[in-house]
């Protein structure tokens, strides 16, 4: 016991001379520097690793998106009638849309009236074979067909070199489902169905 308190002693002696003061300083120098060099290093290391990062990955390689190519094809658009004794009304608008001849259910459309009905301030269609209640006009065509919810205020999103390009469309019919388009895009367009900003760099999901 009395061994280590003089050696005590003699360290606090040498601490307290100036050859002391300066090993310690220089001693805390040499700490302070390797803590910023192991510092420098870790962070090097964590650039050379390149920790992925997902809005980092989206930037460099573009937002995976859902596509459509469109090719002129055969499709229908489907326009609801409710229809009763072979009867149905319907405003102007949706009057300009139906025809004779065309299907209903199991029968047919054989006229639609181009005067307003006084009693209702309607359009009449006359049906045949029609069943009574909700039944749908098939209007088929040859055409570009894209999904209603790709359509956002009258414009599509298309794939130009690699990136989505907000493009307006003419929609002539649609249904619930589809949209029967005549303007705006052609064969070979890449209409992008997933949701998009203009000018954002995508990539398509095969």
Known sequence: MEGLKQKIMRFRDWIKSPRGKKSLYVGLVVVLAGWVLFRFAVIGAQNRLQIFNPARDMASRGVPVQVLQLHSAPGVVREPLTVKNNRAYVSGARAGLLRPGQK???????????????????????TRGVADGLQYALFRTTGHFIPVYAINNGAVFVVRDGLAVRTPVTVSRQDADLAYVTAGVVDGDIVVLSRIQDGAKVRVIK
């Open 104 to 126: 209903v259910g199991d029968g047919e459309i054989v006229s639609v009236s181009s005067n307003i009905d006084l009693d209702t301030g309607m359009h009449v269609v006359r």
